[in-house]
Nanobody, 128 residues
Framework: QGQLVESGGGSVQAGGSLRLSCVGS????????LGWFRRPLGKELEGVAA????????DYDDSVKGRFTISRDNYQRTLYLQMNNLKPEDTALYYC?????????????????????WGQGTQVTVSS
């Protein structure tokens, strides 16, 4: 069934950019939804961006609209999150996820319950 492996995290100053990557198996990349989530230290997991692989529709959390861009390369089986104009409040552990095996197929694309497979996470730290 495979796994998801994130990379690209790091430490940047406010206003900087990072691009996260997530490589997965062909099986997982056949999921209806692929998404990025984040967990700030001491806070709940929150949905950041998601793409419907059937329709191409994309959803973003309001906090990242206009700054973050989700995209995918099916040939490379890679999901990306381009993050521009980063803010200190973007500091978090970022996870990619695939919706296969999710426990709630009626949940929205930014809901954690929609997703059944998760990567191990990559840390993003933004200093002011």
């Amino acid at each position: 069934q495979g796994q998801l492996v994130e990379s690209g995290g790091g430490s940047v100053q406010a206003g900087g950019s990072l691009r996260l990557s997530c490589v997965g198996s062909e099986y997982l990349f056949s999921s209806k939804f692929l998404g990025w989530f984040r967990r700030p230290l001491g806070k709940e997991l929150e949905g950041v961006a998601a793409i419907n692989t059937r329709s191409g529709a994309i959803d973003y959390d309001d906090s990242v609209k206009g700054r973050f861009t989700i995209s995918r390369d099916n040939y490379q089986r890679t999901l990306y999150l381009q993050m521009n104009n980063l803010k200190p409040e973007d500091t978090a552990l970022y996870y990619c996820a695939a919706s296969l095996g999710g426990r709630d197929n009626a949940a929205g694309p930014l809901s954690r319950t929609r997703y059944g497979y998760w990567g191990q996470g990559t840390q993003v730290t933004v200093s002011s």
